[in-house]
T-cell receptor
Framework: AQSVTQLDSQVPVFEEAPVELRCNYS??????LFWYVQYPNQGLQLLLK??????LVKGINGFEAEFNKSQTSFHLRKPSVHISDTAEYFC????????FGKGTRLHILP | GAGVSQSPRYKVAKRGQDVALRCDPI?????LFWYQQALGQGPEFLTY????????KSGLPSDRFFAERPEGSVSTLKIQRTQQEDSAVYLC?????????????FGPGTRLTVL
């Protein structure tokens, strides 16, 4: 079975500062990895995904994530956050169905 | 519309009442998924359809939950004799299976509150 652990439930960060949201997964088989964002009162939107190939994946809104197989991690990063990045971020792993982490709420401080 | 739509967006039910939640997937999408998202939690898988066939219903929490997709398009999630613990946001997602992995497109959800 697969599982996903998001290590931080909330991350406060100042506007224009860099941010990293951590995600670790476990699986006995190869998986697809995703980051989704959920803005207040909206549905989930795909930020980026890792299927195979380059371990550094670039997504929308300036986000990127790096797949590290040895550490079973897929951390999300952005070099400079904006107030509009305030949202809940979910890491997910998929073999036949998607398993989501519990989410990390990103607070942007002015 | 271009995206996944769900109705109603909000539903308040008295305990013991039956409810039906509707999902309209993106046209042409073969697969349809239902998730339950409790407050402060990530979405949890409920069930999965490929066309009209329900291939996986392992996430349905009890036999009070029932989902159907009779014509392989619109889907309905029905909850019978609702309980307070059923209060959550119910998300629907659809995907067009291809070679790029299982990317799912999510609807805005139905927020169910059971009093």
């Amino acid at each position: 079975a697969q599982s996903v652990t998001q290590l931080d439930s909330q991350v406060p960060v100042f506007e224009e500062a860099p941010v990293e949201l951590r995600c670790n997964y476990s699986s006995s088989v190869s998986v697809y990895l995703f980051w989704y964002v959920q803005y207040p009162n909206q549905g989930l939107q795909l930020l980026l995904k890792y299927l195979s190939g380059s371990t550094l994946v670039k997504g929308i809104n300036g986000f990127e994530a790096e797949f590290n197989k040895s550490q079973t991690s897929f951390h999300l990063r952005k070099p400079s956050v904006h107030i509009s990045d305030t949202a809940e971020y979910f890491c997910a792993v998929s073999v036949d169905k998607i398993i989501f982490g519990k989410g990390t709420r990103l607070h942007i401080l002015p | 519309g271009a995206g996944v739509s769900q109705s109603p967006r909000y539903k308040v039910a008295k305990r013991g009442q039956d409810v039906a939640l509707r999902c309209d997937p993106i046209s042409g999408h073969v697969s349809l998924f239902w998730y339950q998202q409790a407050l402060g939690q990530g979405p949890e898988f409920l069930t999965y359809f490929q066309n009209e066939a329900q291939l996986d219903k392992s996430g349905l929490p009890s036999d009070r939950f029932f989902a159907e997709r009779p014509e392989g398009s619109v889907s309905t999630l029905k909850i019978q004799r609702t309980q307070q613990e059923d209060s959550a946001v119910y998300l629907c997602a659809s995907s067009f299976e291809g070679e790029t992995g299982i990317e799912q497109f999510f609807g805005p959800g139905t927020r169910l509150t059971v009093l």
